[in-house]
Nanobody, 116 residues
Framework: QVSPVESGGGLVQAGGSLRLSCAASGSTFNINGIGWSRQAPGKQRELVATSSSGGTTDYADSVKGRFTISRDIAKNTVDLQMNSLNPEDTAVYYC??????????WGQGTQVTVSS
């Protein structure tokens, strides 16, 4: 069992920045990949950024060049630095963890609202 908890969401004006944080608890020694997804009302959940245990990162095309994922394996935390935010980034952001045996876990999410 892995329990991610997200924080750092809020209201920001277009062009601004936010930094989201995620802390995972439980059987964290089993975590392999970890990342962030988001879901806007009425929209499909979208994978935003991932980080593997080997340091490989990947980003959705919609956030490339604007978002940066950073992971601290020892502390079982992962952050998402979001710059140049626009209203299309408004969504609930979820921290996702994948365990080495294929388990998938996510938190309750944190709301990010970007005003124009």
């Amino acid at each position: 069992q892995v329990s991610p908890v997200e924080s750092g969401g809020g209201l920001v004006q277009a062009g601004g920045s936010l930094r989201l944080s995620c802390a995972a608890s439980g059987s964290t020694f089993n975590i392999n990949g970890i990342g962030w997804s988001r879901q806007a009302p009425g929209k499909q959940r979208e994978l935003v950024a991932t980080s593997s245990s080997g340091g490989t990162t990947d980003y959705a095309d919609s956030v490339k060049g604007r978002f940066t994922i950073s992971r601290d394996i020892a502390k079982n935390t992962v952050d998402l630095q979001m710059n140049s935010l626009n209203p299309e980034d408004t969504a609930v952001y979820y921290c996702n963890a994948q365990t080495i045996n294929g388990g998938r876990y996510w938190g309750q999410g944190t709301q990010v609202t970007v005003s124009s």
